[in-house]
T-cell receptor
Framework: GAVVSQHPSWVICKSGTSVKIECRSL??????MFWYRQFPKQSLMLMAT?????????EQGVEKDKFLINHASLTLSTLTVTSAHPEDSSFYIC???????????FGSGTQLSVL | KNQVEQSPQSLIILEGKNCTLQ??????????LRWYKQDTGRGPVSLTI?????NTKSNGRYTATLDADTKQSSLHITASQLSDSASYIC???????????FGTGTRLTVIP
């Protein structure tokens, strides 16, 4: 089946630094990728939809300038958490959908801890 | 308002027993419903996907049902194993580009 690789799987950083998370579709092209955040014992919350070659669409309440999304190619989307603070500590997951295919494939997630 | 509600929130069962998880939704217009299994610290893995015309779909020991009239779905796990311990998330898609609605999940713990 299709594989979505997410890197890094965990990261610890100091408050005020920026962290970049990569999401790659390894064996298919994805014009659209999605970024989610998940707090402990809660379900996934969609943060933004990443569209290849255009600006990302952010969900209400998600700060565009804080969570920078870049989808420069059909196989790679990146999420950069800028000036991270402890409240940004969370589990971030990406998903991708092959072109002309409805099924979503999820990355393995990134656990971000901001000290 | 489009919502997906799951019950129970958590469940503990003995190994070998069966269990059923519920998902009720108000998403409209409906496109499809998916059940995902999410191990702690991992991304969700798809178990089943059901469209409007499908009532039942099986994937090994997992059987999902869908009643599009009452907007209810269930996930039945047969002969549970310790490895079934995970969160099970119901996701409903509405017709339209990127409209996915996530349930809060059911945390299943299988004990020996």
């Amino acid at each position: 089946g299709a594989v979505v690789s997410q890197h890094p799987s965990w990261v610890i950083c100091k408050s005020g630094t920026s962290v970049k998370i990569e999401c790659r579709s390894l064996d298919f092209q994805a014009t659209t990728m999605f970024w989610y955040r998940q707090f402990p014992k809660q379900s996934l919350m969609l943060m933004a939809t990443s569209n290849e070659g255009s600006k990302a669409t952010y969900e209400q309440g998600v700060e565009k300038d804080k969570f920078l999304i870049n989808h420069a190619s059909l196989t790679l989307s990146t999420l950069t958490v800028t000036s991270a603070h402890p409240e940004d500590s969370s589990f971030y997951i990406c998903s991708a959908r092959p072109v002309a295919n409805e099924k979503l494939f999820f990355g393995s997630g990134t656990q971000l801890s901001v000290l | 308002k489009n919502q997906v509600e799951q019950s129970p929130q958590s469940l503990i069962i003995l190994e070998g027993k069966n269990c059923t998880l519920q998902c009720n939704y108000t998403v409209s217009p409906f496109s499809n419903l998916r059940w995902y299994k999410q191990d702690t610290g991992r991304g969700p893995v798809s178990l089943t996907i059901m469209t409007f015309s499908e009532n039942t779909k099986s994937n090994g020991r997992y059987t999902a049902t869908l009643d599009a009239d009452t907007k209810q779905s269930s996930l039945h796990i047969t002969a549970s194993q310790l490895s079934d311990s995970a969160s099970y998330i119901c996701v409903v898609r509405s017709r339209g580009a990127n409209n996915l609605f996530f349930g809060t999940g059911t945390r299943l713990t299988v004990i020996p």
